[in-house]
């Protein structure tokens, strides 16, 4: 494929194994005369970078590059590292009636679409290895609930929601992430909101374990403070509140398409 050649041979790639295109290689192959009417679309693409909610400086970093001025002679100029991304929106702006640009839309949207595709597969695997571990953590929890004399479960577990969902029990969490009563949270919450929920669970094992908690109301007590630990820790590091964290599908979907791509649930643990 042509497009493939052209935008692959002018391809880098930085010192952490992440690729990247200069802007001058950029409106060369584009067919520029001179880059600064090249700028011009770079400003575009920027704005629409902008509007689009991302951070302009993760796709368009300034820096020094060593140009080649001729066989013999070479001086450093600033140039930008453009993200995949980056180009993408410079397609979008630049001039349409070049043939170049058409390509340039095509191999980047492409190569956009197998971006999106690879991290939903990372977030995938993220989702289905956090939800089996709170499901074995959550055996443990209740184990020790048990022993520190927890007879109502379902009230426990809502002690550790209200800690670290700002009072929020588990039905007012479904509520507000527009659940089904038959649906779990848990299998509907991102890699983020799930680490979140392991750190309680083994946390509060861990402490009614330790200090030998004993007596139905301590136990709930415990699992209170620890989720309101826990959710000024995410407060704290400027983090998002669990409750606005948005809302997954369900975990079983996760499975599939990690199936569908040929990742075994095996390979999925380190």
């Avoid at 192959?29 to 001179?34: K, M, T």
């Avoid at 004399?149 to 379902?154: C, T």
């Avoid at 709930?220 to 309101?228: D, I, P, R, S």
């Amino acid at each position: 494929n042509e497009s493939i050649v052209i935008f692959e041979s002018i391809k880098r790639v930085n010192d952490d194994n992440n690729e990247f295109w200069t802007a001058r290689a950029m409106a060369r192959e584009l067919g520029y005369s001179e880059y600064r009417h090249f700028l011009p679309v770079i400003e575009k693409a920027k704005l629409s970078c902008k509007n689009s909610g991302q951070s302009i400086k993760d796709h368009f970093e300034d820096f020094l590059d060593m140009i080649e001025l001729g066989k013999t002679a070479s001086r450093e100029m600033l140039d930008i590292k453009l993200s995949r991304y980056a180009c993408y929106l410079i397609m979008q702006n630049a001039d349409p009636s070049k043939e170049i640009v058409a390509l340039g839309q095509t191999y980047f949207a492409i190569q956009a679409r197998k971006q999106e595709v690879q991290e939903q597969i990372v977030e995938d695997i993220k989702r289905v290895d956090l939800r089996g571990e709170i499901s074995i953590h959550n055996k443990h929890l209740a184990e020790a609930a048990s022993m520190a004399g927890v007879r109502n479960y379902g009230l426990f577990t809502n002690y550790g929601y209200r800690g670290l969902y700002g009072g929020r029990t588990m039905q007012d969490i479904q509520r507000v992430k527009g659940l089904k009563k038959s649906q779990q949270i848990l299998d509907h919450m991102g890699s983020e909101e799930l680490a979140a929920n392991l750190f309680r669970a083994t946390q509060t094992d861990a402490k009614i374990r330790r200090e030998n908690i004993q007596g139905e109301a301590r136990a709930n007590e415990a699992h209170l403070q620890v989720g309101k630990k826990v959710r000024q820790t995410i407060k704290d590091i400027g983090g998002t509140m669990p409750e606005i964290l948005p809302v997954s599908d369900a975990i079983n979907k996760a499975k599939t398409r990690i199936k569908r791509g040929g990742i075994s649930l095996i390979e999925v643990k380190p």
